[in-house]
């Protein structure tokens, strides 16, 4: 197989990895290459003509897991002339230059800052035959102006903030991203709008620290206000946001959480460590009473709400008795689920040079530990809401052995995962639509609803599942160059040229 023939459009294929910035940075990749002439790859396809790699830089195995994918990829684009190989994301704004020295075979490096020059580089590098660097310290222009290829017919993030301006000793996330930098109330919510418009029924608002939102333009309140103008959108049936920080977090955003009808009750709220010491070497300006409060507020206004977490165990010095407090924490607030995580060095970081430094096996053991504390949580909160009725977002690959077991999957609208029979409805339900359907089953991460559907509503979202059709939303590429269709690679002649 060969790139692109004479004549036809360039393929391409994004490849993600990390949080939920990249998965929807990866959205504005695809609808910048797209909008450039770029057709996506079908999924078979081992041979795009070009690869993007949207990185992370959180975890300690990102770099070998980069430098392993691109080694993997090397033979193949030897073999095929015209192949390119981009990489882009939090790792790239961290190594820069030292990617292409590691894998001198890929031919652009992009920031977090400039997305929107991707096509230019692929263009410009093809030209001069020659990789392409360009890692901007700043922003250069808010990628929500870009245009976006939605990957979800019925469920859309929107970003309403970039950046972080928090100092957590453990990540290297706020020098990467940059300081935050807000979006417009009006900005926003005309995304929204026109997600709504196009069928989309679910919006997630996104940020780094969701609730610091307005400290650019001085409204400590903003993100309150938001959530209640989300409730005015006509159309628009859940709206969620990730994530919030304990420290930022103020009662009227629990009161708008309450009072709006399409603002979820699901709350994601990560602890990291429920040890006031430990807190504090994180640089985490909460404290366990501060954070159990929010909760106690939180399910005050919300019974039914449903909160999340992230907890990291073996943070240096972390001892026996931090550790034994975190479980505490946990058996107090009650999580619905909980993203676990062993604490990973990550040079750059304050946490990297810190004393006591722990040993693998203790960290090994006390993650067990957690994951059996979180679960059995988890699976006695999930058996109570065996008999009730749960509204499902119907989804696409949520449930990985629903072929096998005849079921669909969704999300109610508390965030838990639902896997359901279908019932005499099998083949009409689509992703996008609705139903309604009685729980029967719990299991720690998830519920089942063996019976027949209660009731099911088709919706657009539905409708433009069923005819393949994803959102777009256009952007305006602020300062940057036009850009036009890529010229199609010509066809090689007599074999293929090593690289």
Known sequence: ???????????????????????????????????????????????????????????????NRLYGNLGHLRPVKAKHPGMQIAVGGCLAQ???????????????????????????????????????????????????????????????????????????????????????????????LSEVRALVDSGVLEVTLLGQNVNSYGVEFGDRYAFGKLLRACGDIDGLERVRFTSPHPKDFTDDVIAAMAETPNVCHSLHMPLQSGSDDVLRAMRRSYRSERYLGIISKVRAAMPDAAITTDIIVGFPGETEADFARTLDVVREARFSSAFTFQYSKRPGTPAATMDGQLPKQVVQERYERLIACVEEITWAENKKLVGETVEVLVAVGEGRKDERTGRMSGRARDGRLVHFATGELGGRIRPGDLVHTVVTYAAPHHLNADGAPLAHRRTRAGDAAEAGQVPRTPGVLLGLPTIGAPAATPAPVGGCTAQ
């Not at 004549?7 to 450039?36: F, K, W």
């Not at 990789?131 to 469920?155: D, G, K, M, N």
């Not at 020098?175 to 109330?185: A, V």
Request: aromatic fraction near 6%; charge should be negative; glycine fraction near 6%.
């Open 1 to 63: 197989m060969t790139t692109a023939a004479a004549g036809s459009p360039r393929t391409y294929q994004v490849r993600t990895y990390g949080c939920q910035m990249n998965v929807h940075d990866s959205e504005r990749i695809s609808g910048l290459l797209e909008d450039a002439g770029y057709v996506r790859a079908a999924e078979a396809d081992e041979q795009p003509d070009v690869v993007v790699f949207n990185t992370c830089a959180v975890r300690e195995n990102a770099d």
């Open 94 to 188: 961290k190594d820069r230059g030292d990617i292409v020295r590691k894998a001198p075979w890929v031919d652009v490096v992009f920031g977090t800052h400039n997305i929107g020059s991707l096509p230019a580089l692929l263009d410009r590098a093809r030209h001069n035959a020659a990789a392409e660097v360009e890692i901007l310290e700043s922003l250069e222009v808010f990628p929500s102006t870009l245009p976006t290829r939605r990957e979800s017919t019925y469920a859309g993030w929107v970003s309403i903030s970039v950046g972080c301006n928090n100092t957590c000793t453990f990540c290297i996330v706020p020098s990467l991203r940059g300081k935050e930098k807000d979006r417009r109330p009006g900005d926003i």
